[in-house]
């Protein structure tokens, strides 16, 4: 017997009914009709591409947000994709490092029937860059009465936008009983516990003589005279205990009684030590 097949489309939301029918007819006019309907509907997720893997990042080189997410469907040709982004703060995002913050970087995609896809970026971000010390002086030698004051050192930092406490030590070595040295450290810290150091030696040394006040001095007496000798004060630039010690020395004149004495002051400093 002859069969025919015709078919029919019923739409709905989401899908459609296919009814495909089968007519047989045999020589008497006489038919029999069988049917099948295909239900077709979008059940199947979207499928987003191009995804950027998880990333760790310094707070000063954050990653760009992907611009070529996009998403492909069974059904649909043209899917959309909206993207999110949510900033989390805590310690130890990253499980490792004292603080930092994570960026959820967050990509939905939604067919035509409401079947939807999520995707999620975490970018976290961590701090593990010392501050830089700014106006550290170099080492230098100076005279003991000559030493530099020391300078305001300020301090820079990649994540951290205020103003970091800067703190200075200053330790005092001795070299021998004439020179000694200043170790002046400077020592900062940021909000994440990174920190940095730098330090300036400064070598203190005495190249420079006592002096006497006043000037030297002549007298001429007659042989039965008492000179009146005034000793000198003598004054360093380094200390202040200056150790004075005397010396005289005859010298014959012309005649018998005639003769000249010459006193000597000796200054040297008394090392106590630094």
Avoid at 33 to 45: E, F, G, I, L, R
Avoid at 117 to 135: N, S
Avoid at 257 to 274: H, L, M, Q
Wanted: charged share 15%; net charge negative.
């Amino acid at each position: 017997f002859p069969v025919t097949i015709s078919s029919t489309t019923n739409t709905f939301d989401c899908g459609y009914d296919i009814v495909r029918t089968w007519t047989a007819t045999d020589d008497c006019g006489n038919t029999a009709s069988a049917s099948q309907t295909v239900h077709v509907t979008d059940t199947t997720n979207p499928t987003i591409l191009n995804m950027p893997a998880d990333v760790i990042a310094s707070c000063d080189n954050i990653p760009a947000v992907a611009t070529d997410v996009y998403a492909n469907d069974n059904c649909d040709a043209s899917v959309s994709v909206v993207y999110s982004q949510n900033i989390v703060d805590g310690p130890s995002v990253d499980g490792i490092n004292p603080c930092g913050y994570a960026i959820y970087r967050t990509w939905t995609a939604t067919d035509e029937c409401g079947n939807e896809t999520i995707a999620t970026q975490v970018v976290t971000i961590v701090d593990t860059t010392a501050p830089e010390l700014v106006g550290v002086p170099a080492n230098t030698t100076v005279e003991c009465d000559a030493i530099p004051v020391a300078p305001v050192v300020t301090a820079v930092d990649n994540c951290d936008t205020f103003d970091m406490e800067v703190v200075l030590t200053e330790n005092i070595l001795p070299i021998d009983e004439c020179s000694y040295m200043i170790v002046r450290t400077w020592t900062v810290e940021d909000n994440c516990w990174n920190y940095s150091t730098a330090s300036q030696i400064i070598t203190v040394i005495d190249t420079t003589a006592p002096v006497f006040e006043g000037q030297d001095s002549e007298m001429t007496l007659e042989c039965n005279m008492q000179p009146s000798v005034i000793a000198p004060i003598a004054y360093d630039n380094c200390d202040n205990d200056v150790e004075v010690t005397f010396g005289s020395q005859d010298f014959a004149g012309d005649c018998e009684n005639s003769w000249t004495t010459v006193y000597t002051w000796t200054a040297r400093p008394i090392v106590t030590g630094k």
